[in-house]
Every structure is written in structure tokens, then in C-alpha cells.
């Protein structure tokens, strides 16, 4: 090898050196500092790496929530703040990630915890409210329905069920349904407390109704 070959080879090792030292000394600095995926474990978030405030509501008995938080960068540091002794009224888990160039964002769950009473109130109503082959985008708060049938329907198949198993559900009216309007009553009555009721109002067409096109 002569002297130019000798010094290139130099030259060439120096820098290799240079890089090695380099990301010795410059180790990664990502500033990634969001979470890939967040998950609360009975609940429904619908998470978005870059929404950072969520709402939700627990029952009384609940204390704490089984959060699973994952970093877009896996070598990021999380931190979960506020999920134990949850008390009733307002209550917030902060989420914090820290990137490696130390950048921190925080995602912020909001959660309203019931008091005893309005876990009484919300296990008195529905949770389920199905009537095969109509929907009638059942919500619990909501306590009146109406749909109309056809001539040659007489009776309907309604699946309902309560937040408390304990508590009967009695229906009343779905058979021998009755050209014009006829009133379905849905009620849930409990050991304690006072009994809810849901109505169903259905209009039965006549039999010389032609459906309009």
C-alpha cells in the first residue's frame, strides 16, 4: 500500500470515528411525544392521537379505570396521574408523554362519577329496547317511540331489558294491534323505588292503505 492509499484509508477511518462518536454523544432526540393508542377499558373513547380532552361518565361503585396508554415512540416516558380514589362530581386523569427531547403532552379524561342516588335512577331504566324488523334508535333517557305498520301486522316482538336484572319488565298492549293508533307500555318496576315506563306508539295502518312510492 503506498503513501496515498495509506492516507486515504486515514482519512476514511477518521471520519468513521467522527460518525461513531457523533451518535455517542447525540443520542436520539426525538421530539414524538403522542400516544399511538389509548384504551379505557369498558368504555368507548373514540381516540384520536391528536384530540387530547375526553369525556366520560362512570357508575358509583367504579374507583378507578384500567387505562392502557402506548406511545408513537416506544422509547417515550408515560406517566398516568388522578385514576385512583375517583370521588363523586368531577374527577380528571391526566396522561402525560414525554419525549426524548423532553417535550411532554398531556391528554386530559375528564370523568363525572355518579353519586348512589343517580345510579338508582339510571338502573330503573332500560338498557335494551328492540323491536324485530323496525328501528327506533333506542336511547335509556329517551321514554316515547312511535312507528307505524302495516295493515297485515297485528302483534310485535319486543326484546326489553334493564339496567337492573332485578328489577321485572312487564309489556302491555303489543298484541291484537288495532287499525289506527295503539299504545305500547313498557314498565320497570323495582324492589325499591319508583317504577319507569316507556311507551311505544303504533300506527297500524288501514287495509286499503296504498305505501306511496
Keep these: ?71 408513537v415512540n416506544d422509547k417515550a416516558t408515560i406517566t398516568i396521574e388522578g ?8 374527577n380528571t386523569i391526566l396522561i402525560s408523554v414525554k419525549a426524548l427531547n423532553k417535550d411532554i403532552r398531556t391528554y386530559k379524561i375528564n370523568v363525572t362519577k355518579e353519586s348512589a342516588n343517580d345510579n338508582i335512577i339510571r338502573n330503573h331504566k332500560l338498557k335494551l329496547l328492540e323491536i324485530t324488523n323496525y328501528d327506533i334508535d333506542f336511547d335509556p333517557d329517551k321514554t316515547s317511540y312511535n312507528i307505524t305498520v302495516e295493515n297485515n301486522i297485528t302483534s310485535l ?10 328489577d321485572i319488565v312487564t309489556i302491555n298492549g303489543e298484541k291484537d294491534l288495532k287499525e289506527g293508533l295503539n299504545t305500547i307500555i313498557i314498565k320497570i318496576s323495582p324492589n325499591t323505588g319508583t317504577a319507569s315506563t316507556y311507551t311505544i306508539n303504533v300506527t297500524r295502518n288501514p287495509k286499503n292503505n296504498i305505501p306511496q312510492e
Design 157 to 166: 316482538n319486543i326484546k326489553a331489558i334493564a339496567y337492573d336484572l332485578n
Design 83 to 90: 385514576n385512583k380514589n375517583l370521588k363523586v362530581g368531577s
Design 1 to 71: 500500500m503506498n503513501k496515498k492509499d495509506k492516507f486515504i484509508m486515514t482519512i476514511i477511518f477518521v471520519v468513521i470515528l467522527g460518525v461513531i462518536a457523533f451518535f455517542a454523544l447525540n443520542p436520539d432526540k426525538s421530539n414524538e411525544n403522542r400516544l399511538d393508542s389509548l384504551v379505557i377499558t369498558g368504555h368507548s373513547i373514540n381516540f384520536n392521537q391528536n384530540k387530547e380532552s375526553y369525556n366520560l361518565t362512570i357508575q358509583n361503585s367504579v374507583n378507578s379505570l384500567d387505562i392502557k396508554a402506548i406511545g
